[in-house]
């Protein structure tokens, strides 16, 4: 089943009226590189999280985020560096952190990911979810719903990345 995102009316169609196969974006960012996201703030609560292949959340994203940020937390006081990655078999987790100190975690396929298009993204995501809810970042009082609507506008950062996207699949295969 895929996600609603994906439909033929989907809204990464309408802003891509200027790239000629629409079917092309589909497939790619359906099958490739970022499967689900999360943003995290300074708290470790997961402001927001988004699954691209199906309409499911994961059972209980807020102890994944707490999980998230305790990892980054620790490699960045007992290591003086960013953690980057996590690595599993079928997986990778990248991990972006803002100077904000707000985490973005993309869950990838082990196999198709790049570093640079993973990081680009993250920046233009992250920058742009700061901007738009600041007022209500700056008064925030645990209600994750009101970001909810952020979907769209990632839909949006990634439409923008297509040719990023683009070159990286067709320089893999």
């Known amino acids: 089943m895929t996600h609603r995102l994906f439909d033929k009316s989907?809204?990464?169609?309408?802003?891509?009226k200027?790239?000629?196969?629409?079917?092309?974006?589909l497939e790619i960012l359906k099958v490739k590189?970022?499967?689900e996201l999360m943003i995290i703030n300074q708290a470790g609560i997961a402001l927001l999280y988004h699954n691209f292949?199906?309409?499911?959340?994961?059972?209980?994203?807020?102890?994944?985020?707490?999980?998230?940020?305790i990892i980054c937390r620790f490699t960045k006081h007992s290591f003086k560096e960013s953690l980057r990655t996590l690595e599993l078999d079928s997986y990778i987790f990248f991990f972006?952190?803002?100077?904000?100190?707000?985490?973005?975690?993309?869950?990838?396929?082990?196999?198709?990911?790049?570093?640079d298009v993973l990081e680009s993204i993250s920046e233009?995501?992250?920058?742009?979810?700061?901007l738009k809810y600041k007022k209500e970042l700056k008064d925030f009082n645990g209600?994750?719903?009101?970001?909810?609507?952020?979907?769209?506008?990632?839909i949006e950062i990634?439409?923008?990345?297509?040719?990023?996207?683009?070159?990286?699949?067709?320089m893999e295969q």
């Open 143 to 154: 209600e994750t719903s009101l970001f909810i609507s952020f979907s769209e506008d990632i």
């Open 18 to 25: 200027n790239i000629s196969n629409n079917q092309e974006i």
């Open 124 to 130: 233009n995501i992250i920058k742009k979810f700061l």
């Open 53 to 69: 292949l199906h309409n499911e959340r994961v059972d209980d994203e807020q102890s994944l985020a707490s999980y998230f940020d």
């Open 96 to 115: 972006y952190t803002h100077k904000s100190r707000f985490h973005l975690v993309l869950k990838c396929e082990n196999e198709k990911y790049n570093k």
């Open 158 to 170: 990634l439409a923008a990345k297509f040719d990023e996207f683009k070159e990286f699949l067709t």
């Open 10 to 16: 989907s809204p990464i169609i309408e802003f891509n």
């Open 33 to 35: 590189m970022i499967q």
